[in-house]
């Protein structure tokens, strides 16, 4: 599976990587793009998880995909400013697991995917594994700290 690649900027941001010897995007043969793009690219919420539709972020491409279902993101970011307690650590895993769901579980990247979510000092601690017929294709382990603007620091990455 060939995808551009995305990494972490020293401020904390994903960005696309250029190639400055080919002038062009980086490019990679494996899932390391689906991690953060699944689950740090925000979906947008129904009205019923928040009133004002000015608020209700989303990534303008998910009109494209509408009637397919499909909706790239996830919901994490509705998670923002939710004290650090057993309950945001059972939403964190019902979200990431959706977002796993839908970005690689149901297009057939992975038979099946091991998630992990735990409460780290401040932060959550999220470990994902990925398997394709009883083989590990990747992991990806994060923290994520729901209240700060600089809140994601990428722990590792296998693929």
Do not use: C
């Amino acid at each position: 599976m060939q995808d551009v690649l995305i990494e972490m900027t020293a401020e904390g941001y994903f960005d696309l990587v250029i190639d400055s010897s080919k002038r062009d995007f980086s490019s990679v043969s494996g899932v390391e793009t689906i991690f953060p793009v699944a689950l740090f690219t925000d979906a947008r919420a129904a009205s019923s998880e928040e009133a004002d539709p000015t608020k209700r972020r989303g990534w303008v491409g998910n009109i494209l995909t509408h009637d397919s279902g499909f909706e790239l993101g996830s919901k994490l970011w509705l998670l923002r400013q939710d004290r650090l307690a057993p309950e945001l650590i059972n939403s964190t895993r019902r979200v990431v697991k959706n977002a796993i769901n839908s970005h690689v579980i149901i297009p057939g990247i992975a038979d099946r995917a091991d998630i992990k979510v735990t409460k780290d000092g401040v932060a959550v601690k999220i470990y994902i594994a990925l398997y394709k017929e009883r083989n590990l294709i990747a992991t990806y382990s994060t923290l994520w700290n729901n209240s700060k603007t600089d809140n994601v620091r990428r722990l590792e990455s296998k693929a």
